[in-house]
């Protein structure tokens, strides 16, 4: 069966929301109380988050343009195709996704614009093209500016951030929320197997795909699915923590 981009998309969501979350915590962490503003500069490659508190340090990371998302004309376009920086350093990472596309017949990803439905939200896409461009380029998180009515998706190489180990405890709220408000995933089989394949957490399916266990360091977490292969229970077996 060929790859689909909603395939890719199912494949990389659940990671990228995860990743997101994390990212938010780091920033907070290295800006002493987080931050509301980031400044941008293309021909550095950089893009530094302003705390937001009074003298705390500012944190600068480097960037990756990977695409953005207009709403007039409503449409995507990868950073490859940008006509103000096409073969500069800024886009060089982004043609990985094209090469992927054209490597898996896959237009969404090998065409340099994609016309969106007129009913598809600005912020929604763009989060789709942040989890597409940083599985396929393997960049650890996204960050999506808002210039506009346009929302421009980096991949970010932040020094000193690292995703945790995966986490039994979170992975109902951080992994499954995101399939459970709707909207994000198409096949929730495939985003938990995906979910679990990029994070090389190891699993297994029940017979007839009717669920998967993942097998996280404190204890095995059982998502099982209804008929139409939606998520309906997640069952978890944790270990306490070791007291210290």
Known sequence: MALTYENVVDDSILLHFEAQNAFADFVTEQTGGGSEEVKVDLEKQQITFIPKLHKRDEL????????????????AMWGW??????????????????????????AELSNGEIPLPDETDTHHAAN????????????????????????VVFALDPVGFTLGQPDGVSFPRVVIGPIQEG??????????????????????????????????????????????????????QLSAPEER
Not at 85 to 93: A, S
Not at 97 to 103: A, D, K, L, T, Y
Not at 130 to 145: K, N
Not at 213 to 234: C, K, N
């Open 60 to 75: 600068v990371c480097r960037a990756h343009l990977i695409g953005s998302v207009a709403a007039d004309p409503h449409s």
């Open 81 to 106: 195709n940008n006509p103000q920086f096409v073969g500069q350093p800024i886009v060089k990472l982004s043609e990985r996704i094209r090469g992927f596309g054209e490597s898996n017949g896959i």
């Open 128 to 151: 789709r093209m942040a989890a597409v461009g940083c599985r396929i380029t393997g960049m650890p998180v996204a960050h999506i500016v808002g210039a506009g009515s346009t929302a």
């Open 183 to 236: 909207g994000w995933v198409n096949d929730h089989r495939r985003a938990v197997q995906g979910y679990a394949q990029a994070r090389n957490i190891p699993h297994g399916w029940a017979p007839g795909f009717t669920g998967i266990q993942l097998r996280f360091p404190q204890g095995p977490v059982t998502v099982d699915f209804d008929e139409q292969g939606r998520i309906s229970t997640v069952n978890a």
